[in-house]
């Protein structure tokens, strides 16, 4: 197999394997709530709201460490031992402990930084400067098929007995180790003649192998990569957060209370995540297949990414009332702009997640292509500020009126959009600079 194929065969497991673990993971935070209410034990009194809480809080701290893990045990293993975690989190609902269940929602926190950071520091070494918006848009189509794969459905079918409980967790735990295992068919790409490879290797064994360098001083360097990543790197996640929140979390909230879509409303929101896992996967595969006939860079395709989301928006705005985010569990009683439509609201989940995903496979392609040479420092500093920005956005999604979450979303779009050019613009201009030099 020639070196491109392996890397490309690379990046297609490694998106399988992330597709296989978060259909599992994500069908457990689906219904585990749910499923918790209907426990017979009562020596559990877990949260599954708490229980989030407490992950998101420590996966925005656990960024602080996750480079200096990988550069001790390597990438690869940083995935598997990563994704043993997201599987030990389903199988606790499989014989539940409110300690073990607490305890594996802190370790899960410090997984899922590890993992992401692995994730992007994999996709980098596996890609070259002209593969890189390639294998970012195949990657992360692959991941969304997640949401056409999730359980979905009423909470009715989730109130089970604790022997079909059991069924279902055992399941949900092996589907997500085979995708654990998934990472050990990831194969080391072919090393390439310049220098600074020979820091970028896919097997913890090469890690120890330059100039006799302890783990240990490998750790503190990557720690030290981390504080001194572009400040750049700190703006581009910010409205990625924000809509994280909106889509994953809000907008389905928002449709489950809109009384005026009937009987029906409930079982909308599995549909809209369907849509728009529809959206993000044919952004992804059809970003990443046009990659390299793009000819004028990443700032077309996050363009679109802001105007797909300022339409969607707009719709939204007109199409759903204003308390939807904060109305009681009957639903809310107050009037949209507009007679509230099934369709435009479907047609707003599918705008979402295709604008998710104009932003995400760029921003992980120039986030891989700025800092090649640091690149899990780099996408700690990513995921660390997405995290962040994405818990401020469930605090304040308890309180705030949907128009101006709205707002909010807005603003900081166009200055995501505005930065994410200004840093496109600076690499296009290093590339004429250096095709001048080479003259």
């Known amino acids: 197999m020639s070196p491109e194929g392996k890397t490309l065969l690379n990046i297609i497991i490694l ?21 918790i209410k209907s426990f017979n034990s009562t020596e559990f009194h877990g949260s599954g709201y708490t229980s989030m809480a407490i992950i998101y809080a420590v996966f925005s701290a656990s960024n602080l460490i996750a480079p200096s893990v990988i550069a001790v045990i390597g990438p690869q293993l940083s995935l598997f031992f990563s994704g043993l975690v997201y599987s030990g989190y389903i199988a606790v609902f499989i014989h539940p402990y409110t300690s073990s269940f607490y305890t594996l929602s802190v370790l899960l926190g410090i997984a899922a930084a590890v993992l992401w950071t692995a994730q992007g520091n994999l996709l980098t070494i596996n890609s070259k400067d002209s593969t890189i918006g390639r294998n970012s848009g195949i990657f992360w189509a692959l991941m969304q098929f997640r949401y056409i794969l999730l359980v979905s459905g009423e909470k009715r079918y989730f109130l089970v007995s604790d022997k079909d409980r059991q069924t279902v967790f055992i399941t949900l735990t092996v589907i997500s180790l085979v995708g654990n295992f998934l990472f050990f ?16 290797s896919l097997l913890p064994a090469d890690i120890s192998d330059s100039n006799s360098v302890s783990l240990c001083s490998q750790a503190f360097e990557a720690f030290k990569d981390y504080l001194n990543c572009n400040v750049e790197t700190m703006w581009l996640p910010i409205c990625p957060g924000l809509e994280l ?42 970003f990443g297949i046009l990659d390299k006939c793009n000819r004028f860079g990443r700032n077309p395709v996050v363009f679109l990414g802001l105007f797909t989301h300022i339409v969607a928006f707009y719709l939204i705005f007109l199409n759903i009332a204003s308390d939807a985010p904060v109305a009681p569990e ?25 604008g998710d995903s104009c932003f995400n496979t760029q921003l992980i392609s120039i986030v891989g292509f700025l800092f090649r040479e640091d690149s899990a420092s780099a996408f700690a500093v990513f995921k660390f500020v997405q ?47 250096s095709d001048y030099d080479s003259i």
Not at 18 to 24: L, S, Y
Not at 188 to 194: I, K, L, S, V
Not at 272 to 285: A, D, F, M, Q, R
Not at 389 to 412: C, E, G, K, P, R
Request: proline share 3%; aromatic share 12%; net charge negative.
């Open 185 to 200: 068919l990831i194969q080391r790409p072919d090393p390439e003649p310049a220098p600074s490879d020979a820091s970028e």
């Open 15 to 35: 998106g399988l394997g992330f597709m296989v673990i978060f259909t599992a993971f994500g069908t457990c935070g689906n219904i585990e709530q749910t499923v």
């Open 387 to 433: 995290s962040i920005t994405a818990a401020v956005a469930f605090f304040y999604s308890n309180y705030f009126l949907l128009h101006w979450q709205l707002l909010i979303m807005v603003l900081t779009g166009f200055l995501g959009t505005i930065t994410f050019f200004v840093v496109e613009w600076g690499v296009i201009s290093s590339r004429r600079d």
């Open 330 to 354: 009957e639903g809310t009683q107050m009037q949209a702009f507009i007679q509230p439509s099934v369709t435009v609201a479907l047609i707003c989940s599918f705008l979402l997640g295709l």
């Open 245 to 286: 929140t909106f889509y994953s979390g809000v907008y389905g909230t928002c449709l489950g209370a809109m009384t005026q879509f009937g009987d029906d409303a409930k079982g909308l929101i599995g549909l809209s995540g369907i849509l728009i896992g529809v959206g993000e996967i044919l952004g992804g595969g059809v």
